[in-house]
């Protein structure tokens, strides 16, 4: 994937969704990949997370800033080790908000006060089924960036988890940011394509960072 004859380009999915191949370059992913292997050692570290029915996702997880468990959030590790959750640092809300600056323009940007990191992990043959991000009071776009394998991200509608939805190759280093009328839309990882990082990356599976604004009191 190092060279092809045709390079990818920014491209819209959906009204509101867009892909930006290699929006962070080598260094960049370096340095975020350092600091998601901090941030996924314990205490309130990385975790798997069970649904209320007994299921079990197959992607693991951590969080910064707010702790997300099915379907709400808090302030502690409440469905795992119960301390309190580690804090979003701000250079990760500046580079939220670069991300929808270049994504959506500068408008979309100027009011998005990122306090939300979802930290997924994917390895053998994890994946995530379709669902909606609809566990915030915000309605700012959501920034997905991605390290290390390259999947398959099914961005779908916000209405059905069926179709219509749109098949994105996802590989390390790209952003994908949603908002607007896509911003409850549908979608998930219906498979990882093992062996396809960066060699000079050094991780073997998938990394998704994921950014949010939750629009919750300080002091909730």
Known sequence: MDTELFPRERAQIAPGAVHLPDWLDGDRQRELLRACREWAR??????????PGGGVMTARQVCLGWHWYP????????DGDGTPVKPFPAWLGDL??????????????????????????????????????????????????????????????PRTRARPYTDVELRSGDLFVFGGASRLAYHGVPRVLPGTAPAGL??????????????????A
């Open 42 to 51: 314990p205490p309130a570290g990385l975790r798997t997370v069970r649904t």
């Open 96 to 157: 939220g908000r670069r991300a929808v600056s270049d994504a959506l323009g500068p408008a979309q940007a100027a009011d998005a006060a990122y306090d939300i990191a979802l930290i997924n992990f994917y390895e053998g043959d994890a994946r995530m089924g379709m669902h909606r991000d609809a566990d915030e009071r915000s309605t700012a776009p959501v920034v997905s960036l991605s390290l290390g394998d390259a999947c398959v991200f099914r961005f779908g509608n």
């Open 71 to 78: 379907y709400a959030y808090a302030r502690t590790v409440a």
């Open 202 to 219: 050094g991780l073997t599976g998938r990394l998704n960072v994921t950014l949010r604004v939750s629009g919750f009191p300080d002091a």
